[in-house]
């Protein structure tokens, strides 16, 4: 089949169903934010990837008020790309920009995958009246679904009643997150500390970084050789906040900001951690949980309704309030200093990978829905 397939980041889960649509022979058109094949995310295999780089970086939020204002533009300049490449399938992974882009087009069949927090109603996006209409019209013309909670679902057909969905979470790829015998906290300069806690979301108030931050503070009080890797870019005005607030509270010494790290780095940071934190108000499925699960890394997470279908409090992972950075604080404690109840969380979240978070996995279940909507 000939595919074209948009992000708008270098999500772990797009790279690997770009890579393995390859290896099965599919011609891949692929979109993104930035020149994937420059790095050693996407292959090139038979030339069955074809990148079309005088679109990147439009079809994203990188400069957000340049591309709402060139919007119209670049979707002629899209939907004229879809025309010359005449594809089978159009899929869109994340409803924000990509999303949008790919609706707008009225390309049809046109799939869209949702992360969760894209689809799912925030407070911010309910009062941004564009954002809420575009959210609309591109749930309405998506001709398929894949959701990753029942609570996404939920809102999905309060917008489409009558929209096809499939559940099913895209997981992480098991031979690139893999675990090692032991924490080897030598790399990357964490040698000095005893315990290392990673927090892999972007810096965005919906995953409530300034609260971990908060939380890690009143947990290096009693544990000072401790340090917190937050992930994301420090670009945004968010970022620069939570920047700030690290400066505020003298613990810098003790913060590390990965930025737009590598993807072996990334990977790394997973292997050398203790702990990986994800504390959203509200969430989809994220990828984050199945590559904790899958380095062995212990996992503490807001106890929001999407993840309870995976986690269970104590059993594989440590649920917190998401109300309350006080309770991250406690879950740090229990976590780091209990090593039997770590060890437990973890053998039993690797259990939960094996079961339910194999990317490669996602790919057989894609390709059943591509036949299924092609229309020749």
């Known amino acids: 089949m000939k595919i074209v397939l948009i992000s708008g980041d270098q999500y772990p889960f797009f790279i690997d169903t770009v890579n393995e649509l390859a290896k099965r022979g599919h011609e891949l058109h692929v979109f993104n934010s930035r020149e ?3 790095t050693k995310g996407i292959e090139k295999l038979n030339s069955h ?3 079309h780089p005088d679109l990147i970086g439009k079809l994203d939020s990188e400069d957000k008020k ?3 204002f060139f919007i119209p533009v670049n979707i002629r300049k899209f939907k004229k790309k879809l025309d010359i490449i005449n594809p089978d399938i159009l899929h869109a992974f994340n409803l924000k920009w990509s999303g949008w882009f790919s609706a707008l087009s009225n390309f049809h069949p046109f799939i869209l995958t949702g992360l969760g927090s894209d689809i799912l109603k925030e407070q911010r996006a309910e009062k941004n009246l564009v954002i809420k209409k575009l959210r609309s019209i ?3 013309r998506a001709d398929f679904i894949t959701v990753v909670s029942k609570q996404m679902e939920k809102q999905v057909k309060e917008v489409n009643p009558n929209a096809k969905t499939c559940f099913f979470a895209p997981g992480a790829n098991p031979e690139k997150f893999k675990y090692a015998e032991a924490k080897d906290k030598t790399k990357y300069r964490f040698n000095n500390y005893e315990y290392v806690i990673f927090s892999p979301r972007a810096m965005k108030p919906i995953y409530q970084t300034k609260e971990i931050v908060l939380a890690f503070v009143e947990f290096q009080k009693k544990m ?3 340090i917190l890797i937050i992930g994301g870019a420090t670009n945004s005005v968010y970022a620069k906040e939570v920047i ?4 505020k509270k003298e613990i810098a010494e003790n913060v590390f900001f990965s930025n737009r790290a590598s993807h072996e780095e990334w990977l790394e940071y997973y292997r050398i951690s203790d702990v990986v934190v994800s504390f ?10 199945f590559e904790a699960m899958a380095t062995k890394t212990a996992l503490i997470l807001s106890d929001v309704p999407s993840v309870r279908q995976i986690v269970s409090h104590d059993k594989n992972a440590y649920l917190c309030n998401k109300d309350d950075f006080h309770s991250l604080v406690k879950g740090f404690e229990k976590i780091l200093t209990n090593i039997d109840y770590r060890n437990n969380l973890v053998e039993n979240a690797f259990q939960t990978f094996n079961e339910k978070g194999n990317s490669l996995k996602f790919v057989d279940e894609l390709e059943n829905i591509y036949k299924q909507i092609r229309v020749r």
Do not use: C, W
Request: glycine fraction near 6%; aromatic fraction near 6%.
């Open 224 to 226: 000072e050789k401790a």
């Open 49 to 51: 990837v074809i990148f």
């Open 244 to 247: 700030d607030l690290v400066k």
């Open 36 to 38: 994937l094949g420059n």
């Open 66 to 68: 340049s591309n709402i």
């Open 138 to 140: 591109t749930i309405k």
């Open 280 to 289: 959203p108000y509200n969430d989809g499925m994220p990828a984050t949980i």
